[in-house]
């Protein structure tokens, strides 16, 4: 079983910073050595978008167009722990931000920001930025 429980949403004024967290707990079945963890954005009337993703075994990072610059992804040393730095916001950030888990090699690139490659979902938590 997989868990991902996010934290550190809030509201922001535009231009400036939020944190985001990602607890990731894993059962003993999931012994495969690739794992990845994105952060994907849901705004209103809009459909379901990834924004950062980290391989956990190699550090490795790949980025939405929309937020190189701007986000960063990271983990903890345990890697049981993702982070979203996210720096000058913008009002086109507002948005649900939910973490997702995927075991099992994916080919470096924009596979990596796609929805469907990532089974293991968090609730979500809400960003919001005022302009």
């Known amino acids: 079983q997989v868990q991902l429980v996010e934290s550190g949403g809030g509201s922001a004024q535009a231009g400036g910073s939020l944190r985001l967290s990602c607890a990731l707990s894993?059962?003993?079945?999931?012994?495969?050595?690739?794992?990845?963890i994105g952060w994907f954005r849901q705004g209103p009337g809009k459909e379901r978008e990834g924004v950062a993703t980290?391989?956990?075994?190699?550090?490795?990072?790949f980025y939405a167009d929309s937020v190189k610059g701007r986000f960063t992804i990271s983990q903890d040393n345990a890697k049981t722990t993702v982070y979203l730095q996210m720096n000058n916001l913008k009002p086109e950030d507002t948005a649900m931000y939910y973490c997702?888990?995927?075991?099992?090699?994916?080919?470096?690139?924009?596979?990596?920001?796609?929805?469907?490659?990532?089974?293991?979902w968090g609730q979500g938590t809400q960003v919001s930025v005022s302009s």
């Open positions: 980290i391989r956990t075994r190699t550090s490795d990072t």
């Open positions: 894993v059962s003993s079945g999931y012994t495969s050595a690739e794992k990845y």
């Open positions: 997702a888990a995927r075991f099992g090699y994916l080919r470096f690139g924009p596979a990596l920001l796609a929805p469907p490659n990532f089974p293991n």
